[in-house]
């Protein structure tokens, strides 16, 4: 079956890096866009931009142009979602989700304290 | 786009006839998903193209509405469908609305 599953919970500080992967199993990685999304605490969702997991070409929502880089391991059928420079707003739940948002990650929690 | 739902909380009781509200900022032609999110979970789709129901979700479940303004119906509430329920554009790029949550009277 088709699942996207996350890597664990995070707690940094701020200034900090940080990369959570999205690994892809059931159908081929290369065949669909992979989506992030973001959810403070409370909050709803934001989208933050997806890659084309053929070109491994990054596209970036307005607020997430600084910062944050999308990457792939296409051997591995992993997605990638790099937070440089954490800030306390960037504490918050990231999905990743196939293309189409019918498969989604279970999320991954990040903390930012100092 | 902006999304805007209403109401924010809603409160029924289980066999009531639910309906959430989602308005867009500028025509979306019908390209509404609709999706519910429990505690804890991602979210997971119910509804796509305004008015067409994900496989598997029960019938209880409907989207209606058009240009800008968009409706999720619940029709017998059950105490499984407590839960937020977001609306999502994707018009042009794509927003989500900032959710109606559901509980149950």
């Known amino acids: 079956q088709i699942q996207l599953v996350q890597s664990g919970p995070e707690l940094k500080k701020p200034g900090e890096s940080l990369k959570i992967s999205c690994k892809a199993s059931g159908y081929t990685l290369t065949d669909y866009a992979v989506q992030w999304v973001k959810q403070a605490p409370g909050k709803g969702l934001q989208y933050m931009g997806w890659i084309n997991t053929q070109t491994g070409k990054p596209t970036y929502a307005e607020d997430f142009k600084e910062r944050f880089v999308f990457s792939l391991e296409t051997s591995a059928s992993t997605a990638y979602l790099q937070i440089n420079n954490l800030k306390n707003e960037d504490m918050a739940t990231y999905f990743c989700a196939r293309q189409g948002f019918i498969y989604w990650g279970q999320g991954t929690l990040v903390t930012v304290s100092s | 786009i902006q999304m805007t739902q209403s109401p924010s909380l809603l409160s029924a009781s289980v066999g009531d006839r639910v309906t959430l509200s989602c308005k867009a900022g500028q025509n979306i032609n019908n390209d509404l998903a609709w999706y519910q999110q429990k505690l804890g979970e991602a979210p997971k789709v119910l509804i796509y193209?305004?008015?067409s129901l994900r496989t598997g979700i029960p019938s209880r479940f409907s989207g209606s509405g058009s240009g800008t303004d968009y409706t999720l119906t619940i029709s017998s509430l059950q105490p499984e469908d407590v839960a937020t329920y977001f609306c999502q554009q994707y018009n042009s790029w794509t927003t989500f609305g900032s959710g109606t949550k559901l509980e149950i009277k």
């Open positions: 193209n305004a008015n």
